[in-house]
């Protein structure tokens, strides 16, 4: 019997589809890109234990974080399409951090922990032209949650928390900001490192492609280990 487990997990991971996958960071101890040659910079005291498909990083709020490299993204808005995802944990509700920076410039993705007081406990703010945040109080972040962001090239944004569709929006047309390509992209902090994250992140991945509930279902059902077929 616990063979046959074996093999249908095994079964499982090598047939899920992983088309659009860009980088994937299992913060395995280093941040090596399983998928990828897009490694990632872990900067002072990040840690690490036990996690469910390997180790994952600890964050203690002070100024460690995972710097990513600039090409993990293309131009995302409002030409193409990206999606993101990962595991992330808090030690506390009641502190503002970040858990993602995509191009901290004029333009660009914050994935933020904030206090109710600022309108949810998880935002996922879309700075172009026009500043525009989606938040929820439908998550625990004390618990261990799988994220995921889409936007699409219509500039339609939702936010996924364990699998199941929380909240989405549509960005105003006349926006007109793109998300390229730049140095300042981060896990575990702002840019130039604040906002840092006290808690831990796992098996993040960054896609360039617009994640389906299907697709968003099954990855959060299984880890990704590199060897699916795509």
Not at 144 to 160: A, D, H, P
């Amino acid at each position: 019997m616990r063979s046959q487990r074996r093999l249908y997990r095994q079964q499982a991971e090598e047939t899920l589809d992983i088309s659009g996958l860009q980088s994937y960071y299992k913060l395995n101890g280093n941040g090596d890109d399983s998928v990828g040659t897009n490694n990632a910079e872990i900067v002072n005291a990040v840690t690490y234990q036990a996690g469910s498909s390997g180790s994952e990083a600890i964050f203690n709020g002070s100024p460690s974080y995972v710097k990513l490299p600039a090409q993990i993204v293309g131009p995302v808005f409002p030409l193409s399409i990206v999606s993101f995802s990962g595991f992330i944990t808090t030690n506390s509700e009641a502190t503002i951090s970040r858990f993602l920076t995509l191009n901290g410039g004029v333009f660009g993705i914050y994935v933020s922990l904030r206090t109710n007081s600022d309108g949810g406990k998880l935002s996922i703010a879309i700075n172009t032209s026009i500043n525009t945040t989606l938040t929820t109080n439908n998550i625990t972040l004390t618990n261990r949650n799988f994220i995921v962001v889409t936007i699409n090239k219509n500039g339609f944004v939702k936010l996924y928390i364990n699998g199941i569709l929380d909240v989405s929006m549509l960005l105003d047309s006349n926006t007109g900001g793109y998300i390229t390509p730049s140095p300042a992209n981060y896990l575990g902090a702002a840019r130039n490192g604040t906002l840092n994250l006290s808690g831990k992140m796992e098996d993040w991945g960054f896609w360039n492609v617009e994640l389906t509930q299907e697709r968003v279902t099954a990855i959060s059902n299984h880890q990704i280990s590199g060897n699916e077929l795509i």
